[in-house]
């Protein structure tokens, strides 16, 4: 199985900070890489698929970046709303896709 | 609008069944592969079962293979997950997530959500 390890697993910003968080695969997954946002009580969001491209919807904060193991989320001015759980995914290895641990984004 | 929305979650004891089931609508149900998610509480994201358009290929999970099923009725726009032997592992909300595909690349994404059902196994 193809494993992905996030970092950080938390981090503590202020409104209006740039945000960057990690994904690294346990092998060479190309662009196979999608990433979502959870907020307490909702159902995951996605923001980010295929690496780097914005789901319609999505702010333009948003960005996404990396292929091969080492991948990207990039939050360019962090807002109030923002402020929730973001998991990468791999869908290299379709259907059986695998989650990273998830990074909580708190208000420092 | 597009709406994905489970039911038949509860409190089931160990070794108990149940069988979830997602409403869709606002999209082509029969051309669309289907997932189900599970989240345990405070806990990240666990792909569980994957169907395709047609219901003719299936995947599952090691965790989950040889006592869960799923199914769909395209003529009903329906997805289900008939759980059986249920153990308290398996307690977690269970979220049904539609499967999209990206351009030139063909990487697979879940696009559309439920709104989740909780599944608790307890005595």
């Known amino acids: 199985d193809i494993q992905m390890t996030q970092s950080p697993s938390s981090l503590s910003a202020s409104v209006g900070d740039r945000v960057t968080i990690t994904c690294r695969a346990s092998?060479?997954?190309?662009?196979?890489v999608n990433w979502y946002q959870q907020k307490p009580g909702k159902a995951p969001n996605l923001l980010i698929y295929?690496?780097?491209s914005l789901q319609s919807g999505a702010p333009s904060r948003f960005s996404g970046s990396g292929s091969g193991t080492d991948f990207t989320l990039t939050i360019s001015s962090l807002q109030p709303e923002d402020f929730a759980i973001y998991y990468c995914?791999?869908?290299?290895?379709?259907?059986?896709?695998?989650f990273g641990g998830g990074t909580k984004v708190e208000i420092k | 609008e597009v709406q994905l929305v489970e039911s038949g979650g509860g409190l089931v004891q160990p070794g108990g069944s149940l069988r979830l089931s997602c409403a869709a609508s606002?999209?082509?149900?029969?051309?669309?592969?289907m997932n189900w998610v599970r989240q345990a509480p405070g806990k990240g994201l666990e792909w569980v079962s994957y169907?395709?358009?047609?219901?003719?290929?299936?995947y599952y999970a090691d965790s989950v293979k040889g006592r869960f099923t799923i199914s769909r009725d395209n003529a009903k726009n329906s997805l289900y997950l008939q759980m059986n032997s249920l153990r308290a592992d398996d307690t977690a909300v269970y979220y049904c997530?539609?499967?999209?595909?990206?351009?030139?690349?063909?990487?697979?994404?879940?696009?559309?959500w439920g709104q989740g059902t909780l599944v608790t196994v307890s005595s």
């Open positions: 997530a539609r499967a999209e595909y990206s351009d030139y690349t063909y990487v697979k994404y879940f696009d559309y």
């Open positions: 606002g999209f082509t149900f029969s051309t669309s592969e």
């Open positions: 169907v395709s358009s047609s219901g003719r290929t299936i």
């Open positions: 092998q060479s997954i190309s662009s196979h």
């Open positions: 295929a690496a780097s």
């Open positions: 995914q791999q869908s290299f290895s379709t259907p059986l896709l695998t």
